[in-house]
Each structure stands twice: as C-alpha cells, then as structure tokens.
C-alpha cells in the first residue's frame, strides 16, 4: 500500500509541478536547446519518484510539505539552466562512462592552497608537476570564506560561495577548474555538510533574532534540552571543550556545537535547510568541481536519545542531495569522510549514496602493522571490510590533513588474541616516541581523560621513522625508514581504489613544529602535517644523490607501473594466507591478468612458502613487475626488509606433470 501511495503521489505532484518549468524555462533569456531539455527531463523523470520517496521520509510531516517539494524542484530547474555548456557536455561523457573514477588511471593528490602556492593563480604554475607525478584527482582543502584566526583550518565556511580572499576569487577558481579538466584532471573540493560558522549570513540573522534562520540552527533558551541530549552525545574535541552546545551571549540562546564554538551545527529536519544547502552544492558543482567531500557526513541528523551520529534520516539526506544532483549535474561525485566504526563507514558507500569514501580502517591498520610488524589484525580487518558495492570505490591515504584514530572494530581484534583498550595505548605511546625502541616522532592529539581515547598526528616520513633518523644521522635506519615509507605507498597503490598523495610526501615531507609558536594554531596539533611547503626540497627531485629525488622516482615509477596494468582497476581485492606473520599479501586480477602482491612488515628478510604461493595460483616463474625480474615460485619467495613484490602470475599455475 505504501508503494501504491508513493507512486501515485509522485506522479500526481510532478504532473503538477511541471507547468512551474515551463515558466522557469520560458523566462530565460535565449531559447534553452530542445536535446538538452529533454535530456534534462528524462533525467527528472527517472529520478523524481525515489527523490519523492526520500522527502517524504524526511520532510513529508510539514503541513507545507508540498511548497518545499516546489521550491526543491525550482532550485534544481533554475541550477540546471545556469550549468555552463562545457558541463552539460561533460554530464553526457560521464553519464555514458559512469564508472571513470574505477580506472586504475586514477591517482589523487591534496594540498592546501595558501601552503601550496601562496594562492590560486599561481596553482596553475604547478599543473605540468601534477601531470609529471601522474595526477588525475586533485583535492583542494577547504578554500571558502571563513572567520578571520581559528577557524578549524578551512571547515568553519562563512560563504560557500566566496574564496578566502587570501587565497583568490571564484572565478580564479572556475578558470582553474577548468584547466585542470583539460588536463584530465578532476578537481575535488569540501563541501562543509554538518555546520557552518557563525558569521554565516545565515548565523547572522539568526543571531539578529530572525525566526526562520534560528531554525536553520538548533538553538535553546535554556539548558534542558541541551542536557537532555548530552547524555549520549560524545566529546568531538575533548581537549579543547566538553559538551556539545555553547552560549551565544548576543542571541541568548545555547546552541548546537558538535565540533567548535564557532561551527552551528544545521538543522537538516528542517526542508528549508535541506533546499538551501543543495542550492550550495549545485553551485559548486557549476563551477567546474567534479567530486565533493561530505564533510562530517556522521553527525547531521539529530535525535533525542541516540548518539546523533549514523541515523538512518542522515543517509536519506544525502541519498536525496545525490539524486537532485543527477538531475541538475550528473558529472558530481559525492565522497564520504564518515570517520566511525568500520561497519558505519561502509554504509555511506553505495552507488545511490556516496560513491566514494575515504578508507579510515585501512590507513589506521597500515600502521598498526608498522608498529607491531605483524600483519594479523590487518589482513583479517581487510579480509572482512574492504568489499563496497559495484560502481564505488575507497579513497586510500596513509595520512590527511587530519589524526590517526585507530578505528579498528574491537571484535576483530580479540579473535587475533589482541586486547583492543591496551592495544589502542600502546599505538598511541609508539607514534608519540613513548614507547621503548619507537623509531616515530607523532604528536598526540585531543586524549580524553573519560575514556583514555587519543589520537596521533605527524607526516607520513615523521611517523614512518626518517625524521628520527635524520636526527641521529644514521645511515641504516634512513635506509629502513624509506623502505618502510615506499613499501607503504605500494600498498594504496596496488590494495583496490584511489591512492591519495597528501603532497610533499612524494619528497619525504617532515614534520613541522613552527606551529607551536602561533597562538591560533597551537592549541591544535594537526598543523604539525599541514607546513607551507619548501620548494627547495622539490629542487633536490632532479639530483639522483638526494632521498628526495629517491622518494619522488620510486613512486613515479609505481604510479606508472600501476596505470599499466587491467588488474588494478577497482575491484578484485583478495587477501590471502601467506603463511607468514609478517606478510601481507593480496591478488588482483581481471580476466586476463593475476596479480599478486606481496608486502614484509618487518625489518628482518622474510619467506613466502612455494606452497602457499601455488595456493595463490602462481606457476612455476612469474614476473615481478616492479623490477622486471623473473622469480622461480617453485622455490620460496624471499623479501627484504620491508621489501614488496608486484608479481605477475598471469600464466596458469604449472601442475609439474608436463615435461
């Protein structure tokens, strides 16, 4: 019956609904193209009955819920007309190749702007760069319009649709999107989904006392409500504030502040909210960005009683913004940064949803293996975890601009015999230096004194061992710290996904303490990874004498070997028994292609049976791809310390009765 009645009522209100685009349409200027209307049409049609459903869910109790369901429809209408032609065209390719971001041609690289290039016109300098290292998915840390001093680093947005103008314009940006796509590379962009700051126009006017824009934020005028939700709300934070909700001394009211003082929460239950921030997105879309990361997907929707993360309402919500974009943009991509219990990251991922997400469990399981040189809660995480829906894909980093949490689901560590409170402790005081014979130089980052939980910050080199290293001039440990380093790169390279290169890792990037002497940052420890570059070291790329020039060629050279081959395009990831602690290892394969890849988390050499590499379909020679050497696998498989293999075992595995 319910099916009946969302159907029918879906018809019945586009039929109405649709005269409203005839008046939208006949009052731009110039003739809209008859193919691209109907294209636009057709797509409505096909998308409208599910988008109905999901409002209805969500919104379908507001006695004007039909008014909101008009004013969505015109949005997207009137966004569509205001899509330049070069995107509508780019919609068709996409539409027609749904699946381009599954290639193994995908490679991804982040940066912050102002630390990058000082600013947006001079980003396009660096495009010949990306092109070298082989980028074809560059993401911007937030470049919006925020508060002046601290501002979460970018994520506290005072106008979506404004740069910081230290950093540029919107047109900067809409040029350099464009350049960036003629080069084949798709620009990826923040889009602050939870809160926005609170010198927003829409804060401001809720702060002046406006009634509809005090419902676009959760605001109380006493602490029952606030207290009330408290009780099963967790500290985001708990370093720097306890509890959830902040005073506003000009409005008189607590309001909602899951993360900092200055970001307000938005009220997503309230249609008007949901309208106007799709309005923000396609916006966005419209200048040229092809993939938004849903910042703080988790917390959007509220309800009394629950931990106000993961709602059912708050997968509807995004389920419904990917629909209209669909309809008014198509080329978009949604990518989910949801970090939360492994089981809760997977359900932001789905075709219908988010097609991609970052990969959390992953980053935090490479280096809980460093640590430990074991690979048992690893591949068992991934052997369990790893599998998303056709047509999505992870983002793989070994670090971001944020911390290291170690996520990994407790159950999935006691069945390896590992006490998950003890071992998350010993994580923490190894990449902090606390532990006897830590070779890491991690910052902690926001302990809670309540549940003992800490985080770790530091680059990629830092953490790995090199920072360390170089201080003690010590030639042998440099030399492990970088084959630790590379040996990591290969695996984000070659697991299944996007590898995401936070740049200036590709040069061995160490950490930077210099924010500890500016008061804005050094209350938080994650600008210890996030330094304005130094374009010396970038100049040491050509001098093979340098470990920058080594970092940078070895992975110019993986990233190559990896674009070459069928088997790594998404999907296919099998982790296997290697018959050895230290090993991990996993196949890729196509129909015509088996990969096996095999990784040493130890320092000591290591050994892969012939056994279990003919379990793994290896015949008696197969190449590895990464030096171009043939291996005899009827014999062991031996790997140095923190050595890998790309191994071709694409030729049946041979039985040994033939002559």
């Known amino acids: 019956m319910e099916a009946d009645w969302i159907d029918h009522h879906s018809k019945?209100?586009?039929?109405?609904?649709?005269?409203?685009?005839?008046?939208?349409?006949?009052?731009?200027?110039?003739?809209?193209?008859?193919?691209?209307?109907?294209?636009?049409?057709?797509?409505?049609?096909?998308?409208?009955?599910?988008?109905?459903?999901l409002l209805v869910n969500l919104y379908g109790w507001h006695y004007d819920f039909y008014y909101h369901l008009e004013q969505i429809l015109i949005s997207t209408a009137r966004a569509w007309l205001e899509r330049p032609e070069v995107l509508k065209e780019l919609d068709v390719r996409r539409e027609e190749n749904p699946d381009w971001f599954l290639s193994q041609e995908m490679v991804g690289g982040v940066l912050y702007v102002d630390l990058f290039s000082d600013n947006l016109a001079r980003l396009s300098e660096h495009i010949p760069y990306f092109k070298q290292l082989g980028l074809t998915y560059l993401h911007l840390m937030p470049l919006f319009a925020v508060p002046h001093g601290d501002n979460d680093g970018g994520y506290a947005v005072s106008d979506y649709r404004a740069v910081n103008p230290d950093i540029g314009t919107m047109d900067q940006l809409t040029e350099l999107a464009q350049v960036l796509r003629h080069a084949g590379i798709s620009l990826v962009l923040d889009f602050v989904f939870n809160h926005t700051s609170n010198e927003h126009i829409w804060a401001r006017r809720a702060q002046a006392g406006d009634p509809d824009y005090q419902e676009y934020y959760y605001l109380f005028p006493d602490r029952e409500m606030p207290d009330r939700y408290e009780r099963t709300l967790r500290d985001i934070f708990p370093s720097l504030r306890r509890g959830c909700f902040t005073w506003h001394e000009g409005c008189q009211k607590w309001v909602w502040t899951t993360f900092n003082s200055f970001q307000w929460d938005l009220n997503y239950s309230n249609p008007d909210v949901f309208r106007s921030m799709a309005e923000e997105m396609l916006f966005l879309a419209n200048h040229g960005v092809e993939v938004l990361r849903l910042d703080a997907v988790a917390f959007i929707w509220k309800q009394l009683g629950t931990s106000c993360e993961n709602r059912p309402e708050a997968h509807m919500v995004i389920r419904a913004f990917n629909l209209i974009a669909r309809i008014a943009a198509p080329a978009l991509l949604f990518k989910s940064e949801a970090i939360v219990h492994p089981d809760e990251v997977i359900k932001y991922v789905d075709r219908h949803e988010c097609q991609l997400s970052y990969n959390p469990l992953l980053m935090a399981l490479l280096w809980e293996a460093i640590a430990t040189r074991e690979v048992k809660l690893l591949a068992r995480a991934m052997h369990n975890r790893s599998r998303l829906p056709d047509g999505c894909s992870w983002v793989n980093y070994l670090r971001c601009h944020d911390d290291i949490g170690w996520t990994f689901d407790d159950l999935d560590a006691a069945q390896v015999g590992i006490d998950p409170a003890g071992h998350r402790r010993f994580l923490n005081d190894f990449y902090t230096g606390r532990f006897p014979g830590s070779f890491a130089r991690g910052f902690p980052f926001q302990f809670n004194p309540d549940s003992g939980d800490q985080r770790v910050c530091g680059t990629l080199a830092s953490l790995a061992g090199l920072e360390k290293a170089v201080e003690e001039n010590d030639p042998q440990h440099i030399e492990t710290a970088v084959r630790r380093i590379n040996m990591l790169r290969s695996i984000?390279?070659?697991?299944?996904?996007?590898?995401?290169?936070?740049?200036?890792?590709?040069?061995?990037?160490?950490?930077?303490?210099?924010?500890?002497?500016?008061?804005?940052?050094?209350?938080?420890?994650?600008?210890?990874?996030?330094?304005?570059?130094?374009?010396?070291?970038?100049?040491?790329?050509t001098d093979p004498s340098t470990l920058e020039w080594r970092f940078f060629d070895e992975m110019f050279r993986l990233i190559k070997l990896r674009k070459?081959?069928?088997?790594?395009?998404?999907?296919?990831?099998?982790?296997?028994?290697?018959?050895?602690?230290?090993?991990?290892?996993?196949?890729?394969?196509?129909?015509?292609?088996?990969?096996?890849?095999?990784?040493?988390?130890?320092e000591p050499p290591q050994t892969m049976s012939a056994q279990a590499l003919r379990a793994c379909g290896c015949g008696r020679s197969s190449t590895n791809l990464v030096t171009g050497t043939i291996l005899d696998t009827e014999a062991a498989l031996q790997l140095g310390s923190y050595g890998f293999v790309w191994l071709d075992c694409s030729t049946p595995a041979d039985t040994g009765d033939s002559p």
Not at 39 to 49: D, G, N, Q, T, V
Not at 573 to 598: C, K, S, W
């Open 12 to 53: 019945k209100s586009l039929k109405r609904l649709l005269p409203r685009l005839d008046d939208i349409f006949d009052s731009r200027p110039g003739a809209v193209a008859a193919h691209r209307r109907q294209a636009f049409e057709e797509r409505l049609h096909r998308h409208w009955e599910p988008l109905f459903r």
């Open 492 to 541: 984000i390279l070659s697991i299944g996904g996007v590898p995401l290169i936070y740049l200036g890792e590709e040069w061995g990037e160490l950490n930077d303490y210099t924010f500890l002497s500016d008061p804005t940052k050094a209350s938080d420890a994650r600008w210890i990874q996030r330094s304005k570059k130094k374009w010396q070291s970038r100049e040491k790329l």
């Open 564 to 602: 070459s081959l069928p088997a790594f395009y998404n999907g296919g990831m099998e982790v296997i028994d290697t018959g050895n602690p230290h090993l991990f290892g996993y196949t890729r394969q196509t129909a015509d292609q088996h990969l096996l890849v095999v990784n040493n988390f130890s």
